[in-house]
Structure formats: C-alpha cells, structure tokens
C-alpha cells in the first residue's frame, strides 16, 4: 500500500514563495499520476495541479496558473508543487493524492490515495 507524505508547507508572506514536496513509501509511484489539492477552513477541497504518470502532462486549476508548477523527480519518487506570488487566498491545508496506474488523474474521484496534508498560511 503506497502512502504519500507532504513537506513543505508552512507561513509565508503575499508574494512569497514555497516548495511542497510529496514522497512516496511502502510501494514505486512512478508509473501513477499524481495530483495536488487543497481545502481551505470552511470550504470544499478543491483542485490545484495534476501531472501524469511519466512527468510529460500537467494541468493546473485557474486560481494558481501562472504562478504553481508541478513537477516530478522519477528516479527519487518524488512530486513537487513550486509555488510563486503566494496570495493570502492561498492558504489552506494541501493533500498530494496519487491516482491508478499509467494515469492523469484530474477529477478528485479518480485519486485512490491521499497524504495527511501540509499547511501552508499566507499573510497579507
């Protein structure tokens, strides 16, 4: 059973930057798409990023266009989500969620795994 853990998160001033990273253990997540969400107090978890299985495909929510990137580092199983001109509407709890194998998962049903989320705070 692969389980993912988030690092990263934390407080950071509008229009700073944060790197979060999504590790995998107890299983390779190399041949699975991997997504990023987010769920702010009082509100839905929503999308923000997703890439496919082999890194060549992403898609990113309108909200952070322009300013997230993901990305993957296949030979150490890692997925980051770079975020830039960080807006207080940006914090929120962020969960890396892994889908089926061979994947580009992007609708929330179509992830089967999920980490336990980071926080990250932005302040105005």
């Known amino acids: 059973q692969v389980q993912l853990q988030e690092s990263g998160g934390g407080l950071v001033q509008a229009g700073g930057s944060l790197r979060l990273t999504c590790a995998a253990s107890?299983?390779?997540?190399?041949?699975?798409?991997t997504g990023w969400f987010r769920q702010a107090p009082g509100k839905e978890r929503e999308f923000v990023a997703s890439?496919?299985?082999?890194?060549?495909?992403?898609i990113y929510a309108d909200s952070v266009k322009g300013r997230f990137t993901i990305s993957r580092d296949g030979a150490n199983d890692l997925v980051y989500l770079q975020m830039n001109s960080l807006k207080a509407e940006d914090t929120a709890v962020y969960y890396c969620?892994?889908?089926?194998?061979?994947?580009?998962?992007?609708?929330?049903?179509?992830?089967?795994?999920w980490g336990q989320g980071t926080q990250v705070t932005v302040s105005s």
């Open positions: 969620a892994g889908g089926q194998y061979r994947t580009w998962p992007i609708r929330i049903e179509e992830f089967t795994y």
């Open positions: 107890g299983g390779s997540r190399t041949t699975h798409g």
């Open positions: 890439i496919n299985w082999y890194g060549a495909l992403t």
